[in-house]
């Protein structure tokens, strides 16, 4: 997979060569181009961003600079993703769906964000997605795109040490995944629940059930909501 990402501070993206990834890019399994968008201007100031048409606080980054930046960088197979407050949420659906792309662009926006015809424009020659990693405001898309890059990394075959990892994810059948312990048996006076010293793999799967479908019930019960029927069993039922 090739990922490239376009922004005004290629140094926010250095993590991205760090640890997991950084063993994903040595192995092969992904090329990272990071690319300063300063680098599509022309004028002394090398000027991104102006004021917003209609009036308003901040600025907005101009549709040029943008539009000549994301020429060079896409190609037909692209997969452009721009975070932004504003977007579909990112889920570990859509992870999936990234993790299957030969080639993901990321345009990074700062200010008040980009101008939304790059956007229009780049729809009529690729698959574009604006998306949001959560109800907050960051500062700029950075930050997405390195959650966004770690989530669809780890999905792809031989990224993670163990490949059954992501097979019990949070999200996986739709639910929280539940607690997890390891040794000692009793810290601070607190003990590790005696089903998961049992022995019983039938027991310690049905009471790990349990506790992801409570805390889930507790935390996320929306996620509970857009389940289908069929995926609760008749115990889950008695809950
Ligand atoms: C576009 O509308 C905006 C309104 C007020 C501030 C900002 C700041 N900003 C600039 C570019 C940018 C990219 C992503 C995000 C972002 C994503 C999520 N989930 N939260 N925040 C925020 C960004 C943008």
Not at 31 to 51: F, N, P
Not at 113 to 131: F, N, P, S, T
Request: charged residues 25%; hydrophobic residues 40%; aromatic residues 6%.
């Amino acid at each position: 997979m090739q990922i490239d990402v376009v922004t005004i501070f290629p140094e926010y993206l250095a993590p991205l060569r760090a640890a997991l990834l950084g063993k994903a890019i040595d192995k092969g399994l992904i090329s990272v181009g990071v690319h300063d968008l300063r680098d599509w201007t022309q004028d002394v100031h090398k000027a991104v961003d102006d004021s917003p048409y209609g009036g308003g606080p901040g600025m907005v980054m101009k549709p040029d600079i943008w539009g000549q930046a994301l020429d060079d960088v896409c190609t037909d197979s692209t997969r452009l993703i721009v975070p932004t407050p504003a977007g579909r949420p990112f889920t570990q659906a859509l992870a999936h769906e990234y993790a299957s792309e030969s080639h993901l662009v990321f345009a990074c926006g700062r200010y008040e964000g980009i101008d939304q015809r790059v956007v229009d424009d780049a729809a009529r020659r690729v698959r574009v997605d604006e998306v949001s990693i959560g109800d907050y405001v960051l500062v700029g898309g950075e930050v997405a795109v390195l959650a966004i890059v770690e989530a669809v990394a780890r999905l792809l075959p031989g990224v993670l040490g163990n490949p059954k990892s992501h097979a019990e994810d949070s999200f996986q059948d739709g639910l929280l995944e539940g607690p997890s312990y390891t040794r000692p048996e009793v810290w601070r006076e607190l003990a590790v629940p005696d089903v998961l010293r049992s022995g019983n793999h039938k027991l310690i799967n049905r009471w790990r059930r349990d506790q992801s479908l409570v805390r889930t019930f507790e935390r996320r019960p929306d996620l509970l909501e857009s389940l289908p029927a069929e995926a609760f069993d008749k115990h889950d039922r008695a809950l």
